[in-house]
């Protein structure tokens, strides 16, 4: 007790200013855009904009960025993974995971580490794409992260203890967690990743407080549940079917509605055992948080042989359309088309391509792809290829600018050839790996390229959301896996794989400064403040990376 | 540790396919397999058009240190990925590819299948590549020739014998992604020519005709050009079948320095 005063003490009389850390309450996470100097979800807020009201960088200024600090657990002993997450930043307390599930607090502004969090990880675990994870969530002072072992579990942010540690799935099985949980009220809120392994996907409610399951929405409904008629009447290709979860939902207060977008079906390049739709893959389903119910839902690609997983994160805003104010939701979809969906019932407003797109000549206004590709057994080649036009990489809307931007890969292409799949537990189950000319998920070490833009390139593009306009297009080299950022300030920031992360000119898409990380950025920016100073943060290679205007 | 790899280094070394693994090292090899390998290869290893993993069928690989280099270092430009296995890892996985592999011997090459190289003679060929076919001219094999071509030092463990006797006869055919030649004209009129080592959105890395290594900023460029077509003349009519047989059988067998 008396070395808790002195030390009080010590803090007073040195001036040092430490930061009143209050819970994370869930009324701070649906007003997050009360504390701009905080990042409290995946996405910046429940609306997942990845919007900053932050206003210091600016177009003026962004060119006197410069490298606060840099963050990297490896050692040599440990295998070398592409990081993915988002950090979280509560108070000046940045929380972070990096791969694969190693939990550190930082310092948020010197990267000074308080504490570091390493589960002991099943053996058994299988990924098909890396032993990633893309982030935690926080409520009260618990962060919660899935493992890639197929554990939820909690920990305290103070200590970096385990306070409660869940199975939700069978690792042995290829069901593993990478997607940062989302919090609705007291829940955390998550689903597995393992569509190349023929799991049955599902997004599942736990207790935040106890670990207690709450519900269970299956992505693949069972002969009991509704829509369970889009798959083949007699046969366990259901139980195989895939939709699998992977990159985290939004929630609408208002509403009251959970989405979520829902991986491929499986076996994803062969759709022969699976005759029908096959909901709910590729499609986004919203939920009532409370009990799992699915109140609506909207299938992107039916049906799909290209892998086109919609495990994008729902932007949801509120736009002028056509007269009237409506609540909508963006989504750029990997199957090449962007969407305009209202969000309270799923109707379809519009949907138009965004890359070079062939297997589909646009979409009806029902809302079906008018398809017109197929896999073959010759092999058939269709745009965007395997990787989709843009990815689990989070999209970013500025409300200010009306703008949505999206990380694209444009004039990509595939060779499907229908191959053999059969469902074997724990193995694969996928058909015949289609060709591509881009490396599928990260680049290898020293990583050359020498194609011609014919091959693929990259593009942040920017589109007017009320009128679909294409507004810019920030063209790269190569292609990318990193999620965008934009701010009040109208400054957007992304990277790519190319080992370079940028700022733009949201307005115009004009580069402002870049700076060289040096490796594949594969993850989404995110921006804080500290003392009234601005960072903004970048997982890039197995590091993260922190910049701020130099002082 | 040391000593078992070592160990099992210099088996490799010495006997590459003699089979010579424990059953330990087969079922070690077999549980790494189906965790990383099988995703993309299939538990059959047949899943990647061309490579039947578990047939002893391999696209560019014929050695276990071949496969070994390959299961660490990933193919760049393909969807191969590099892992963080140790080569007592790579090593095992190869011991139960082997291991499921028929008895019989393998067939050498992917796709082509022992095509081509059982009707040349390796010797004649290279005697054939450095004389009437003038190939050392622009090529270079184990440190010795120019450096602006392709590199054949290892071309045996990159190119199947039937892919190699196309390129002779249609050098524009099936170009690597490595092997692309680039023109630039800089805004004050310099051209400089080369063979594209790299590129990114704001610079150009090549290897000009003088040999230099040189980066350029893409923004000091007036004109960039990716040259379409190779600049290696045909043999369709300057060899003979039979010499082309030869020559291809001379390339097969360039192993790289570590066969």
Known sequence: MKFRVALLLVAAAGAVAVRAQQLVTFDRILHADREPQNWLTYSGGLFSNRYSPLTQITPANARNLELQWVFQTRGPAEPVEKSEATPLVVDGVMYTVMSPNHVVALDAATGRMFWMYSPRLSPLARVCCGRVNRGLAILGDTLFMGTIDGHLIAIDAKTGRAAWDVAVSKPELGYSLTVAPIIVKDKVIIGPAGGEYGIRGFIAAFDAKTGKEAWRFNTVPGPDEKGHDSWPAGTDAWEHGGGSIWVTGSYDPDLNLLYFGTGNPGPDWNADPRPGSNLYTDSVVALNPDTGELKWHYQFTPHDEFDYDSTQVPVLTDIEWKGRQRKVMLWANRNGFWYVLDRATGEFLRGQPFVRVNWAEGIDVQGVPKRVLNATPEGTLVYPNNQGATNWYSPSYSPRAGLFYIPSWMDTYSTYTKGPAEYKAGNQYVGRFPTMTVPALRTAPGNVNTRTPQEGWGAIQAFDARTGELKWQFKMADVTDSGVLSTASDVVFAGGREGYFFALNGRTGELLWKGNVGGQVSAGPMSYAVNGRQYVAINAGSALFVYALRQ | ?259
Do not use: W
Request: charged share 20%.
């Open chain 2, 1 to 259: 540790m040391t000593r078992a790899i070592a160990l099992l280094a210099l088996a490799l070394a010495a006997a590459p396919q003699e089979h010579s693994y424990t059953q330990a090292d087969i079922e070690n090899g077999a549980r790494l397999y189906q965790g990383s390998c099988a995703g993309c290869h299939g538990p059959n290893g047949d899943m990647v058009p061309g490579i039947e993993l578990l047939r002893g069928q391999f696209r560019r690989a014929t050695t276990d240190v071949d496969i070994i280099k390959i299961v660490q270092s990933g193919i760049p430009g393909t969807t191969m990925p590099p892992t963080s296995f140790t080569e007592t890892q790579a090593g095992s996985i190869v011991a139960y590819l082997r291991s499921r592999a028929p008895a019989a011997p393998p067939a050498p090459f992917g796709r082509g299948g022992p095509l081509t190289i059982a009707r040349g003679d390796a010797a004649r060929g290279k005697s054939l590549y450095e004389t009437k076919g003038q190939c050392a001219t622009c090529h270079r094999v184990d440190g010795r020739g120019p450096r602006t071509a392709p590199d054949l030092t290892e071309i045996g463990t990159i190119r199947p014998a039937a892919e190699l006797h196309d390129k002779l006869v249609d050098p524009n055919t099936n170009i690597r992604q490595g092997n692309r030649y680039v023109e630039a004209v800089t805004k004050r009129g310099d051209k400089i020519a080369g063979r594209l080592l790299n590129q990114d959105t704001f610079t150009v890395q090549l290897l000009d005709a003088n040999e230099r290594l040189v980066s350029l900023s893409r923004n000091d460029l007036k004109d960039f050009t990716y040259l379409k077509n190779s600049p290696m003349p045909s043999y369709r009519d300057t060899l003979t079948p039979g010499e082309l047989d030869d020559v291809v059988a001379y390339l097969v067998s360039l192993k790289g320095l570590r066969p």
